[in-house]
């Protein structure tokens, strides 16, 4: 998988290491949630930037993550859940399921 990741990066002309606006352009959704990916554990920034810092990610890493459709799944759903628990949290919503009493 990882030379077939090296010549989509070749043929897409993308620098090896990429900023988190160019990771959002390659997932299609925005920086916010590129952040959130991060958070969550389902991409890896280069190196062990501080919180404030600027992060880079690997071009190589992100093809093969991209090319992964349980990848995507789940990146997907955590963006999702995210936003829907946000949105609920905004509206006063509990989406805890309630605990019934015996």
């Known amino acids: 998988m990882t030379q077939a ?6 043929a897409k002309d993308l ?3 990429l900023l988190a606006a160019q ?4 997932l299609n959704c925005t920086t916010e949630n590129v952040a959130l990916l991060v958070t ?3 991409l890896r920034p280069l190196d062990s930037p501080n919180p404030n810092a ?3 990610f690997s071009a190589v890493e992100l093809i093969v993550l991209l090319a992964n459709r349980e990848w995507l799944d789940e ?6 859940q995210f936003w829907k628990r946000k949105n609920a949290r905004r ?4 989406l805890e399921k309630p605990a019934f009493a015996s």
């Open 23 to 26: 990771v959002a352009k390659l």
């Open 54 to 56: 600027m992060k880079f």
């Open 75 to 80: 990146a997907t759903r955590t963006i999702g």
């Open 91 to 94: 509206h006063g919503v509990n």
């Open 15 to 17: 620098p090896a290491r």
């Open 40 to 42: 969550a554990g389902k």
């Open 5 to 10: 990741a090296m010549a989509k990066w070749a």
